[in-house]
């Protein structure tokens, strides 16, 4: 059961991905920086869009429990689950600007 929500999982990053590599003809540093923060950005998209189904399904979860201490506990724990991956959708977001300031760097300002 696991492995067919992997290979989902992988599907739907796949699709998602897929009109990147349409532009990821890198010729310069600065394709390599852009394509890094496009990759980012759609894996933050994509990890909070099913973050928030997630949470959603927990809601329904802690509603339809009727005072069910198994059914609530599994709603928490779900609950717990889809914040974190809030949590990793905006790093992930953030990821690319976060290391350019760690590193030192910037943006190269010559781009075209």
């Given at each position: 059961?696991?492995?067919?929500?992997?290979?989902?999982?992988?599907?739907?990053?796949?699709?998602?991905?897929?009109?990147?590599?349409?532009?990821?003809?890198?010729?310069?540093?600065?394709?390599?920086?852009?394509?890094?923060?496009?990759?980012?950005?759609?894996?933050?998209?994509?990890?909070?869009?099913?973050?928030?189904?997630?949470?959603?399904?927990?809601?329904?979860?802690?509603?339809?429990?009727?005072?069910?201490?198994?059914?609530?506990?599994?709603?928490?724990?779900?609950?717990?689950?889809?914040?974190?991956?809030?949590?990793?959708?905006?790093?992930?977001?953030?990821?690319?600007?976060?290391?350019?300031n760690t590193v030192g760097g910037g943006l190269p300002t010559s781009c075209p």
């Amino acid at each position: 059961m696991r492995s067919t929500h992997a290979i989902v999982a992988f599907a739907i990053v796949a699709l998602a991905l897929l009109p990147l590599d349409a532009t990821a003809q890198i010729s310069s540093a600065c394709d390599i920086v852009k394509l890094v923060a496009r990759i980012a950005t759609w894996f933050g998209i994509l990890v909070f869009s099913i973050a928030v189904i997630v949470i959603l399904y927990a809601g329904l979860l802690f509603m339809t429990g009727g005072g069910n201490e198994e059914q609530i506990s599994k709603a928490k724990l779900v609950l717990l689950w889809a914040l974190v991956g809030i949590a990793v959708a905006l790093l992930a977001t953030n990821a690319v600007k976060f290391v350019q300031n760690t590193v030192g760097g910037g943006l190269p300002t010559s781009c075209p």
